[in-house]
Structures are given as structure tokens and as C-alpha cells.
């Protein structure tokens, strides 16, 4: 396999995750050690179940594993942010740390991402799909991606997922203008990166082992909303 120049910073947000964090690095790590340069940046929002202290002994072994422990529980958008804000990489990836995104996934990302500016792991083009995911949660995820085409007037077809690959190139300039609340900061960053190269590469997304989803009603209608500001914004040109 060929080997690559580019640095990539990987920032996961955690929150109660302890059992999932230690098996994402690993895989990460058996993905990523003979091809990239890598760095892999876990923002933890203090969560009561100690998944700090697994990332803290997982970075006395491993340098490239970073923590950023953060004061609450202040949402999985602005720990992304806060990860990239940190980042030293070429090119940024944000993913889930409860192992619905697959480590072996990525290097497909990464590659594509070398003739991109954005690109993202999705469900719904060929190739793509979903395991053990109840039917109500396909639906809404379907809907609120329609959704977003409608509204906002973009061509993605995965407009929630949280599985992507950004090059730093294009994000630092962008990363100071979003404002991230709860699950909605790919579309924001889409619906803010103008013309952009934007591709989609297919992914399995499996649903989570251990835990719980934090998806909520509430994360629905934030998601609503913002697709609403975003067309405004757009049509103005801001």
C-alpha cells in the first residue's frame, strides 16, 4: 500500500464512552500505523464514568492519543470544534468514539479526500447502509437529510452524519465562524463552504454495542432550525 505525506488529526467526542474508547484507538491504530502520520484527539466532556482516566493511561502509552477533558456536558458539536481547534494535522476527521463508525472505513475518507475538500461518510449512497438500526431511526435520519436538501438547496445525500474528513486548507478559515449545537455541525459546515469539493463515500454504520444515543427530539428541532438559517444566509449571500 502506498504511504502518504499528509498528517491526519482524528477528534472524537466522548461522553460516558469508557467502554468503547480503548477498542476505537486500537482499531484506529491498526487502520492508520503503516500508511498515515496520525494523531488521534479524544474531547471528553467530563463524563461521570470515567472515560478520562481510560484516555489519560491510553496516552501514557501512546503520545498520539491526546485528551481534551472539558468542564460539562456542553455538546458533541463544539467538542468537534474544540478537537480541531487543537488540531496539527493536514487533514481533520471527526467520528463517533461508540463504534457505530468503523475504523476500517476511514482509510477510504482519506484517500478520497486527496481530490477534496470535504468529504463524508454516508449511509445513503450506493454502497453505504446501516445495521441494527430500528425502523423509526432510519426514517428520521432519512427525513431530516431529505430535509436538508429541500431547505437548505444541498446535493448531499448524508446530511447527518458525523463521519467526515475535512482538509485543513478549507476548515481553518470556516472554524471561526460556526457555532455548533448538538448533532447538526456537518450540515452547518456544508451549508457554509460555498463551493467547495464535496464528496461522498460510502460507509457501514453500525449501530452502537454499549450505551446509550444521545440523539433527542430536541437535536431534531435544532437540526430544523438551523436548515432554516442556513437558506437565509445563503440566499443573502452571507
Known amino acids: 500500500m502506498p504511504e502518504f505525506d499528509e498528517k491526519v488529526s482524528i477528534v472524537v467526542p466522548t461522553y460516558n464512552e469508557r467502554d468503547n474508547v480503548q477498542t476505537l484507538c486500537e482499531g ?7 500508511r498515515w502520520d496520525y494523531e488521534i484527539i479524544i474531547v471528553d466532556d467530563n463524563s461521570p464514568d470515567g472515560t478520562h482516566e481510560v484516555v489519560r493511561q491510553l496516552g501514557a502509552e501512546d503520545t498520539r492519543i491526546k485528551l481534551i477533558q472539558r468542564s460539562g456536558k456542553l455538546g458533541l458539536g463544539s467538542a468537534v470544534t474544540t478537537g480541531f481547534a487543537q488540531a496539527t494535522g493536514d487533514y481533520w476527521v471527526m467520528m463517533d468514539a461508540d463504534l457505530s463508525h468503523r475504523p476500517e472505513d476511514l482509510s477510504n475518507l482519506l484517500i478520497t479526500l486527496s481530490d477534496a475538500d470535504i468529504v463524508i461518510g454516508s449511509r445513503y449512497v450506493r454502497g453505504g447502509g446501516v445495521l441494527n438500526w430500528p425502523l423509526r431511526r432510519r426514517i428520521v435520519s432519512r427525513g431530516a437529510s431529505a430535509l436538508g436538501r429541500v431547505i437548505v438547496g444541498l446535493p448531499t445525500r448524508d446530511l447527518t452524519s458525523g463521519f467526515g474528513a475535512f482538509r485543513r486548507s478549507h476548515m481553518e478559515a470556516l472554524l471561526p465562524s460556526l457555532s455548533p449545537k448538538g448533532f447538526k455541525l456537518l450540515l452547518e459546515i456544508l451549508g457554509k463552504s460555498g463551493d467547495a469539493r464535496v ?10 454495542q454499549h450505551g446509550k444515543s444521545k440523539a433527542s427530539a430536541g437535536e431534531a428541532l435544532l437540526f430544523l432550525r438551523l436548515c432554516f438559517e442556513l437558506r437565509g444566509q445563503r440566499r443573502a449571500g452571507v
Open 28 to 34: 484506529l491504530r491498526e487502520v492508520l500505523e503503516s
Open 199 to 208: 464528496k461522498e463515500t460510502p460507509i457501514t454504520f453500525v449501530d452502537r
